[in-house]
T-cell receptor, first 118, second 113 residues
Framework: GAVVSQHPSWVICKSGTSVKIECRSL??????MFWYRQFPKQSLMLMAT?????????EQGVEKDKFLINHASLTLSTLTVTSAHPEDSSFYIC??????????????FGPGTRLTVT | EDKVVQSPLSLVVHEGDTVTLNCSYE??????LLWYKQEKKAPTFLFML????IEKKSGRLSSILDKKELSSILNITATQTGDSAIYLC?????????????FGKGTKLTVNP
């Protein structure tokens, strides 16, 4: 159990266009979803945290108008990179967490989306 | 500002060797520390450590947390080529009612046959 999927797995887009990435928890309801970005040879950097039905909380330095996050249901969150530029090219990974009755904290990662902006 | 430092950044060993990976952290309102293994794509969960001094084991992997020293180690004994990966340390912190994982840059482990 606890599988998270992302779609697409890779995408190439032209500068100035927008790209939407989906993150789904397949067999559990995710109370919270997280979006990370990972540049080559760098660690995962948290971009934003979203709870179902409420606005996402963005980390310092992340433009909320550029990276639109929608968390419409307990199994789906989307990240839209608007007016993409080459410097937005990166590996975007989502994760989903649920609170277990024993208060164990678990965060399950999706397989990631490789975005290349030309 | 939250800070996680992992060492070494890179390690090359031969099959059968034992390795120790280090993680030191400074985060706001520390709750627990998680270790992940990242191969080609997304990280996979290894351990979550909450209490100091209690070793968690899973096969050839083990990990322990030292809250006094703000550090953790991950040991892998009798390494195999399949252990080659980036190992990420992520303390969990809380701020303003929300929780997050703060990732280190990772240790890239290469196990040669």
């Amino acid at each position: 159990g606890a599988v998270v999927s992302q779609h697409p797995s890779w995408v190439i887009c032209k500068s100035g266009t927008s790209v939407k990435i989906e993150c789904r928890s397949l067999d559990f309801q995710a109370t919270t979803m997280f979006w990370y970005r990972q540049f080559p040879k760098q660690s995962l950097m948290l971009m934003a945290t979203s709870n179902e039905g409420s606005k996402a909380t963005y980390e310092q330095g992340v433009e909320k108008d550029k990276f639109l996050i929608n968390h419409a249901s307990l199994t789906l969150s989307t990240l839209t990179v608007t007016s993409a530029h080459p410097e937005d090219s990166s590996f975007y990974i989502c994760s989903a967490s649920r609170l277990r009755p024993d208060i164990t904290y678990e965060q399950y990662f999706g397989p990631g989306t490789r975005l290349t902006v030309t | 500002e939250d800070k996680v430092v992992q060492s070494p950044l890179s390690l090359v060993v031969h099959e059968g060797d034992t390795v120790t990976l280090n993680c030191s952290y400074e985060v706001t309102n520390f709750r627990s520390l998680l270790w992940y293994k990242q191969e080609k794509k997304a990280p996979t969960f290894l351990f979550m450590l909450t209490s100091s001094g209690i070793e968690k084991k899973s096969g050839r992997l083990s990990s322990i947390l030292d809250k006094k020293e703000l550090s953790s180690i991950l040991n892998i004994t009798a390494t195999q080529t399949g252990d080659s990966a980036i190992y990420l340390c992520a303390p969990r912190s809380t701020q303003g009612g929300s929780e997050k994982l703060v990732f280190g840059k990772g240790t890239k482990l290469t196990v040669n046959p």
